[in-house]
């Protein structure tokens, strides 16, 4: 049987940001930058690598340079294209053409589940990639086209896992896994930051999630719920006793910049993995770890 195939991701981009104050008090936390890009751009773009040419970022209050970012700048263009700026030239070009890039605002700050519900009428019927921003994927990383490639073959809304040590599956939603084989599993419960002794697994629900459209109905049924906020992982509590959930596990690739140490290493590693930058780079860590005699 042929499934619907999965053109649409939708981006929720509508938090404060409040754990890298001050710098998010005047921009959003989605433009802050990794290297020379913001980090909503390797979101995008990990997008359109999959396939999907259809994206909707959720935005809020105070983010309107997320629209400016994605969107053409016929002046800054124009001074490129006289000053001989060519491959300037073509990057930005390039970023405004990367895909059909729309926006719409969460009205209230009620959670991601809420977010994801925005996006009811912009995807419609489709199956849908939700995909958070403070998750960025090494460019070596396929996790995104193989969720994509197991609902082909499945049919079923997937969920990206990864295993975490006990004492950290509190700060995540996690799931109980079946029929666990080394890269899949079928969910059969999930349970919303649990302490560590009550946690079903060490599997961590992070940041890539494919759904049928069926979760629109399983948010509306949704009560409020930790923080007081319409929480994701209760509407999949709920989609799972309809129809099958499936966990794709993977182990390596992932960046969450949302924390101020894994923002500095996403930095570090993807400036390392630069051409233009890496070696001289390299140079530079070296001489910093000899100077605070770390190695």
Wanted: hydrophobic residues 40%.
């Amino acid at each position: 049987m042929a499934h619907p195939p999965v053109r649409k991701a939708v981006i929720p981009a509508a938090g404060m940001g409040t754990r890298f104050l001050p710098a998010t008090k005047a921009q959003p936390k989605e433009m802050l930058p990794v290297v020379d890009r913001p980090s909503i751009q390797y979101v995008v773009e990990e997008a359109v690598a999959a396939g999907i040419d259809d994206i909707l970022i959720i935005t809020g209050r105070n983010k309107r340079s997320l629209e400016d970012h994605f969107d053409r700048n016929f002046e800054l263009e124009h001074q490129l294209r006289e000053k001989g700026k060519d491959d300037e030239l073509a990057d930005i070009i390039e970023l405004a053409d990367l895909a059909d890039i729309h926006f719409v605002r969460q009205g209230e700050p009620l959670g991601l589940g809420h977010a994801v519900s925005v996006a009811q009428k912009h995807v419609g019927d489709e199956p849908f990639v939700v995909m958070l921003g403070d998750d960025i994927m090494h460019e070596r990383s396929h996790l995104l086209s193989d969720m994509i490639a197991n609902y082909r073959f499945t049919g079923a809304s997937t969920v990206a896992l990864m295993e975490v040590q006990p004492s950290e599956i509190s700060a995540y939603g996690c799931a109980a896994p079946e029929n666990r084989d080394r890269s899949t599993c079928r969910i059969v419960d999930v349970v919303e930051k649990p302490k560590p002794e009550d946690a079903p697994s060490n599997l961590a629900i992070v940041g890539r999630y494919l759904f049928t459209p069926a979760i629109f109905e399983c948010l509306e049924r949704v009560e409020l719920g930790v923080g007081g906020e319409i929480q994701l992982t209760d509407a999949i509590a709920l989609l799972l006793k309809e129809e099958t959930v499936m966990g794709l596990i993977f182990e390596e690739g992932r960046f969450d910049i949302g924390k101020k140490i894994d923002y500095l290493r996403a930095t570090v590693e993807l400036a390392l993995d630069r051409d233009d930058l890496g070696p001289e780079f390299r140079e530079i860590l070296a001489e910093i770890c000899r100077r605070q005699q770390i190695c």
